[in-house]
């Protein structure tokens, strides 16, 4: 996909409440790809405002990127830990959706809590994803403008 708008500036961006459907790890690059777009602050308060959209991270060491899932039952929750490959694989495959809820950064590392959605019972978990970025890309196109 071409995107028309390309920055760095992560302060302009959100990506809370906003869905990735497919993702791409390539030479330590993990890529994130938003069909119904994400926040930019240029455009508006609305939620998510570009057309498609994606984030690319530049990850250093892909061994020190973390993906926790968090399973409740009855009377315990159980932390399971995924890889980023393996998280590309289970979006690809249209088993996982991630809808993001907030990001928190640290000194090259980021965090971001989201909700894993799939199509049984119990429909979501919470999770978190720990990415070392060296970098982080973010590609858009403009909102398409609707006719009155």
């Known amino acids: ?59 250093e060491y892909l061994d020190e990127a973390y993906v926790y899932v968090f399973k409740e039952t009855e009377k315990k929750r159980i932390v399971k830990e995924y890889t980023l490959e393996q998280l590309v694989k289970k979006i690809n495959n249209k088993k996982w959706q991630l809808e993001f809820l907030y990001r928190y950064d640290g000194y090259k590392e980021i965090m971001h809590t989201v909700f ?13 994803i720990f990415i070392g970025a060296n970098s982080e890309t973010f590609r858009w196109n403009p909102p398409v403008k609707l006719e009155d």
């Not at 708008?5 to 938003?34: M, R």
């Not at 894993?116 to 978190?128: A, H, L, M, N």
């Open 116 to 128: 894993i959605w799939f199509d049984k019972k119990p429909y979501s978990y919470e999770g978190q």
């Open 1 to 59: 996909m071409n995107y028309k708008f390309e920055s760095n500036n992560k302060e302009c961006f959100s990506l809370h409440d906003c869905i990735v459907s497919k993702a791409k790890l390539e030479d330590n690059k993990l890529t994130l790809y938003f069909p119904k777009g994400i926040f930019y602050s240029e455009y508006g308060n609305y939620w998510p405002n570009t057309a498609e959209a994606a984030v690319e991270y530049t990850i």
